[in-house]
């Protein structure tokens, strides 16, 4: 592989037509600062506006940017993924388009890295997002880290300097759901987190709405944990014992005719609480199985229609 690239900086690009151009500009700025040596990877993630046209300019001006366009939507984190496999520096950067992450920062992140660490992860020391939305992170990644049984820093997203050494350890991996934090924090390597600054959205909102962030927490968990089989495990477990256990007060209350027969109200309402139970657990279990026939189905990750400067 050619090492002779410094660093690489990768951004997947979805719905950022009005920014692009700040973006390379203050990338590129940020980077010449360490080393001439370094090319920008713009992933176009199939959105509906103007961003591949703009990315399009950006490397007939610029030799060292490099745009990809996938063929449809496949989501910010198989472009990462797009990003990565086409990298060829030494030392990669990852980082969202809409500038929140401070391209400014990226020296700091090379200088901790020289001091004998794998990967530097960007926390976020002063999260410019609403309260709503940082309540809603720091609940997610608590219950994360707990199903999972990992450590995962809320204030910690894409945004790091990675070793050629830890991409190619997570391009290894056959997950057909990528995670790019979660994967990175699989891999393990000696790390190291590094407070920056963190800026307003400039530009439109998040493209994570509630119902999609619901459903990449549900996509993480099933596909990066069994614990919550375990747990149902555990629950049907500890029913059956209560269960066995009431029984056998109740029977020996009943033949000391201290209580009498259970009404049909009482028994209708925990047959359809065992039902409710059930169900919950069949779905669970289900769910892991439509998630091994995803990956079972091997299909790539995503699908380039268009490249520039690769």
């Known amino acids: 592989m050619n090492t002779e690239i410094e660093i690489s900086v990768v951004s997947p690009v979805y719905m ?20 001439s040596s370094f090319e920008i990877i713009l992933v176009e993630d ?6 591949w046209e703009k990315i399009q300019e950006n490397c007939k001006r610029y030799e060292f940017v490099k745009g990809i366009k996938l063929s449809r939507n496949f ?19 990852v980082m969202d388009c809409d500038l929140q992450d401070v391209p400014e920062e990226i020296p700091n992140l090379y200088k901790k890295a020289q001091e004998g660490y794998y990967l530097v992860h960007a926390r976020r020391k002063d999260r410019q997002d609403t309260l709503i939305k940082k309540a809603n992170s720091k609940l997610f990644y608590r219950m994360f880290s707990y199903l999972t049984e990992t450590k995962q820093d809320a204030g910690a997203a894409n945004f790091g300097i990675y070793h050629r050494k830890v991409i190619q350890e997570v391009l290894k991996m056959g997950d057909s759901i990528r995670v790019f934090p979660i994967l990175v924090q699989w891999v393990g390597f000696k790390r190291a987190y590094l407070d920056t600054k963190h800026d307003p959205r400039r530009i439109g909102s998040s493209s994570y709405t509630f119902p999609k962030l619901v459903n990449l927490a549900f996509n993480m968990i ?13 629950f049907g477990i500890m029913v059956s014992i209560l269960s066995f256990c009431l029984g056998i007060v109740y029977l020996v209350l009943y033949f000391c005719d201290y209580v009498k027969v259970v009404g049909f109200t009482s028994l209708i309402l925990l047959i359809s609480f065992n039902i409710g139970i059930t169900t919950l657990f069949i779905g669970i279990v289900g769910a892991y199985i439509g998630k091994m026939s995803v990956q079972l189905k091997n299909r790539q990750r995503y699908i380039i229609e268009d490249q520039i400067n690769l």
Do not use: M, Y
Not at 16 to 35: G, H, Y
Not at 75 to 91: C, D, F, V
Not at 222 to 233: A, E, G, Q, V
């Open 46 to 51: 199939n959105g509906k506006d103007g961003s």
């Open 222 to 234: 099933i596909s990066f944990s069994d614990k919550p089989l375990r747990l149902c495990l555990k």
């Open 16 to 35: 950022a037509e009005l920014i692009i151009d700040e973006l390379v500009d203050r990338i590129a700025k940020s980077v010449s600062s360490i080393t």
């Open 75 to 93: 989501g910010q984190h198989n472009a990462i993924t797009a990003g990565l496999e086409n990298s060829k520096g030494k030392w990669v950067v």
